[in-house]
């Protein structure tokens, strides 16, 4: 499951969301090199002076707090004055400037190897976020807005203009600033409960199951380390790939069996959504989270999962039955259990694939894969993208990579912090921060989209000059998944920030990055760029159909438990708490959509991390695969550097989130998908992938 960071749209109001080298060696690996002596002044983290030192957040944080609360006070005053468009320049100027430091101090609380800094820039998010509070209830800013969007002015506006400031008004309604003062502090007292709850989730979906040493089976000993005074061994994993079967099984249910603590939050926190999204006068906590998104209300989205499963879950069935074949042990008559499915899968691929995952590696050297993004990027819109010098206190680190992104023209259209590689510290990964949105000023200028792009690869092995990093296949799609999201957010032109690029619904801000891994696994597209590192040799048979194949061998499976924790998501989002308990309506869920039957006792649901993040939205993952299949097959399958396809695709991601994501994937396609449409497409995707690995076993005689 993907897990990056893009900050989309939230509900809350202000939430956070050159000098080029064209040589060819290391062109793209540089890194953060210095600039020469006559401009090598110290910069602030991302170019930004106040962003120097510690003390620095504390005085970016209240320089952006006093200029947010004169901007309140201007805004505040237009309830007096005739209705006027400045309204929704005045509202994202005050976005962005609260954004500009909630933002980059959440970065670096999560990334800068400086305990300082990130303490710093902890106390700096504190503070902006403490504030945004107060806006999110502020009754004179909703007047304000109301008093414009309620007359004739707003009529007249432009669609980009009426559908931000009607996305902020539903951002404001959400945090129920609409209600009586009693019900209004009700909804943030509520709003703080979750936040306070989903923290203990998280938390708690890594804790280990504490088993008694004395009652613990010896293989069970064995494998998992104990406490510190040696009475519990700790089960923090399930040992998928043992090839001792009872392990496998005991592991899973012990792993996954009821943590008392943890269904009481769980619990609670479903109650407490609910009950919040109803005071605010929704049906449900989905219904209010999926208004502004794609796919409209959680009826649609559960017709597209139910569509799809009806389709699917025969496939995935049938893919079980084969899975057998691939059992480590062939006397093993037993009913297939779900914590045998990773070990048949990994079983599989050996079996198929001829070409090892570390032998793949030595196509894919850093250099290379960014070689290749940039020269799909020129083909498709024009857009250079090259490593620039950082001056010094730019970055945080040595790896930290400055991508700058152009137009032909040599028009700058914004900077990618690349921080791609796991150090000691560094606590996220995976991820997308919008360091600064895009927008246009009142002088006329453009302010350009900084991104900070964060992953967590290794440097096991690296390429003959010692400094060239050889990728993982992983760590490529990954590469390209998070580059899309960068792509949606440096090519957007929003005039407003709060809507740029990723900022948008969350079904939306998936398309481009699960788009990027479909031009991945495009034999032209590899062709393109992979080479081996030491021979030069391009990609080709076996070792292109195991890059290819090899990340899905049973598809059809790998899908039906996609849709199965949607459904589940969904389902549980929409309940009246007064039903059936959630751990029993998610158990029905399982053993009415899922391939293989659940284990007794097992609660999956209980470590399911995507739940505090993702709440209600889990189906974005399938919707946005399905619209970006739909988008591949028509635009691009054809002619993957296409760059009358890449200039319409380039226009749709322009907007961001300022107009509706469905108007502009239609205008895209020239049609509007239904939900059979985007049924079918994927339907179709898992039977040729299908078909491809059905012939490469053939061939193989597996």
Not at 143 to 167: A, Y
Not at 206 to 214: D, G, I, S
Request: hydrophobic share 35%.
């Amino acid at each position: 499951m993907p897990t990056d960071f893009n900050r989309p749209r939230s509900s809350t109001l202000f939430s956070h969301r050159g000098n080029r080298d064209r040589s060819r060696s290391n062109r793209y690996l540089h890194g953060n090199r210095s600039t020469t002596t006559q401009d090598a002044e110290r910069r602030g983290l991302f170019g930004k002076p106040d962003f120097s030192t510690a003390e620095g957040f504390q005085i970016a944080s209240e320089k952006a707090l006093a200029a947010a609360r004169e901007l309140v006070g201007e805004i505040s005053a237009t309830v007096n004055k005739p209705p006027s468009a400045e309204i929704a320049v005045k509202m994202d100027e005050l976005s962005d400037v609260l954004c500009q430091v909630a933002d980059l101090s959440e970065c670096v609380r999560l990334v800068h190897p400086d305990s300082r800094l990130r303490n710093a820039a902890q106390q700096a998010s504190l503070a902006i976020n403490a504030y945004v509070e107060e806006l999110n209830t502020n009754v004179r800013l909703h007047r304000s807005l109301l008093h414009f969007i309620t007359s004739e002015e707003f009529e007249k506006c432009d669609p980009v203009t009426q559908r931000t400031t009607q996305l902020l008004l539903h951002d404001f309604e959400t945090c129920g600033i609409h209600l009586d003062f009693g019900k209004r502090g009700k909804v943030v007292e509520l709003n703080n409960r979750i936040l306070e709850l989903s923290h203990g989730f998280m938390e708690n979906t890594n804790l280990p199951t504490l088993v008694p040493r004395k009652q613990c089976p010896q293989a069970l000993a064995e494998h998992f380390s104990t406490t510190r005074d040696g009475s519990h061994v700790a089960v923090d994993h399930v040992p998928y790939h043992s090839p001792d079967s009872k392990l496998r099984s005991l592991g899973y249910a012990l792993y996954f069996s009821e943590l008392p603590t943890q269904v009481g939050i769980f619990e609670e926190i479903l109650r407490t959504r609910h009950d919040v999204s109803v005071l605010a006068g929704y049906e449900s906590f989905a219904h209010k989270t999926l208004k502004t998104c794609m796919v409209g209300n959680p009826e649609t989205a559960i017709r597209f999962l139910e569509e799809l499963s009806e389709k699917n879950l025969p496939l995935a069935r049938e893919e079980v039955e084969e899975m057998k074949r691939f059992r480590p042990s062939n006397n093993d008559q037993s009913p297939l259990q779900l914590c045998d499915v990773n070990i048949c899968t990994s079983e599989a691929k050996k079996k198929m694939f001829q070409s090892k995952s570390s032998e793949l590696r030595k196509y894919f050297s850093l250099e290379t894969t960014l070689r290749g993004l940039a020269r799909l990027f020129q083909h498709l819109f024009g857009v250079t993208m090259e490593t620039v010098p950082a001056h010094p206190g730019e970055v945080w680190s040595n790896d930290v990579m400055k991508l700058a992104f152009s137009c032909e023209d040599g028009e700058l259209l914004g900077y990618t912090y690349c921080d791609l590689f796991t150090r000691e510290g560094k606590a996220i990964s995976d991820c997308h921060f919008t360091i600064q949105g895009g927008r246009q000023k009142r002088n006329g200028e453009y302010q350009i989209p900084i991104i900070a792009l964060c992953c967590n690869f290794s440097r096991s092995q690296c390429g003959p000059r010692g400094n060239d990093p050889l990728l993982s296949l992983s760590a490529v799609e990954n590469l390209f998944h998070e580059m899309g999201h960068a792509l949606h957010s440096v090519l957007g032109r929003s005039r407003f920030q709060n809507v740029t690029g990723t900022r948008c619904s969350t079904d939306f801000a998936e398309v481009p990055s699960t788009l990027m891994e479909l031009f991945l696994a495009d034999s032209r597209v590899l062709q393109s760029f992979a080479r081996h590192h030491e021979t030069g040799r391009p990609i080709h048979g076996s070792d292109m159909s195991t890059v290819q194949l090899s990340a899905a061998v049973f598809p059809a499976y790998d899908l039906q438990l996609q849709i199965v924790y949607a459904l589940t998501d969904l389902l549980l989002h929409t309940r009246k708490p007064s039903k059936s308990s959630p751990l029993q309506l998610a158990h029905d869920i399982y053993c009415r959509y899922a391939p293989l039957p659940p284990l007794p006792g097992a609660t999956w649901v209980l470590r399911f991390n995507h739940f505090y993040g993702y709440g209600a939205r889990y189906y974005s993952y399938l919707w946005a695969r399905a619209v970006s299949s739909l988008v591949w097959k028509i635009c691009f399958a054809n002619n993957p550097f296409s760059r009358e396809s890449g200039d319409s695709l380039r226009n749709m991601l322009s907007f961001g989130g300022g107009l509706p994501p469905n108007e502009l994937v239609r205008d895209l396609l020239s049609f509007e998908p239904s939900v059979s449409d985007l049924v079918d497409t994927l339907h179709s995707s898992v039977l040729e992938r299908r078909q491809k690995l059905t012939q490469l076993s053939t061939d193989h005689s597996v």
